[in-house]
């Protein structure tokens, strides 16, 4: 596997189930990132991890919770997820060498449904 | 709170001929990116474009930087199907921070 992949491709949920979104990168970065992408709506960043640290939480609700065991993979676990959560999730990495944003690389993304 | 514009949000051409996408943004920042997203595909990475007056090309597209108007141009030339697609602009936020923000992207239509 090159770049970054995401698991699973596509999810359907209902409301009251919970799931979870694996992210893996392979390109020996250090900072991961967590975007919703909603119709008619700007990419949305939700969580930035910097050598597995959380460094942004930009006010996503608390029924989606990232975790970052190490600077290769990050997950975002859901539960009790409300119909307008639809949308598709995307990964990205980056180098963070200290002097602002590197370029962002992106994973295919997941397109989540909940009914 | 950094605002990104970017205008036009769609747009439908014929193949051969040029036209600009811009982008707009709200306070200074010192890196710019554009970026193409295939339907049903995952954002790539087209240009960095990192200080003023910079300018990148590669084939049909370039990019370029007036960090003084706080603006970058994306430039079509002589455009074919294949760069159908919808096109985003993002822009770092002063300071080392991690976080871009972005507009929300020309969806481009190259007609035959």
């Known amino acids: 596997e090159t770049g970054v992949t995401q698991t699973p491709r596509h999810l359907v949920m209902g409301m009251t189930n919970k799931k979870s979104l694996k992210c893996e990168q392979h390109?020996?970065?250090?900072?991961m990132y967590w975007y919703k992408q909603s119709a008619k709506k700007p990419l949305e960043l939700m969580f930035v991890?910097?050598?597995?640290?959380?460094?942004e939480n930009n006010s996503v609700p608390s029924r989606f919770s990232p975790e970052c065991p190490n600077s290769s993979h990050l997950f975002l676990h859901l539960h009790t997820l409300q119909p307008e959560d639809s949308a598709l999730y995307l990964c990205?990495?980056?180098?963070?060498?200290?002097?602002?944003?590197?370029?962002?690389?992106f994973g295919p993304g997941t397109r989540l449904t909940v009914l | 709170e950094l605002k990104v514009e970017q205008n036009p949000l769609f747009l439908s051409m014929q193949e051969g001929k040029n036209y600009t996408i811009y982008c707009n943004y709200s306070?200074?920042?010192?890196?710019l990116y554009w970026y193409r997203q295939d339907p049903g595909k995952s954002l790539e990475s087209l240009f960095v474009l990192l200080s003023n007056g910079a300018v990148k090309q590669e084939g049909r597209l370039m990019a370029s930087l007036d960090t003084k108007a706080r603006l970058s141009t994306l430039h079509i030339t002589a455009a074919v199907h294949d760069l159908s697609a919808t096109y985003f602009c993002a822009v770092d936020i002063l300071g080392g921070s991690e976080k871009l923000v972005f507009g929300k992207g020309t969806k481009l239509t190259v007609n035959p």
């Open positions: 991890y910097n050598f597995k640290e959380q460094t």
């Open positions: 990205a990495s980056s180098q963070d060498s200290g002097g602002g944003t590197d370029t962002q690389y």
């Open positions: 306070t200074t920042s010192d890196r």
């Open positions: 390109l020996g970065h250090n900072a």
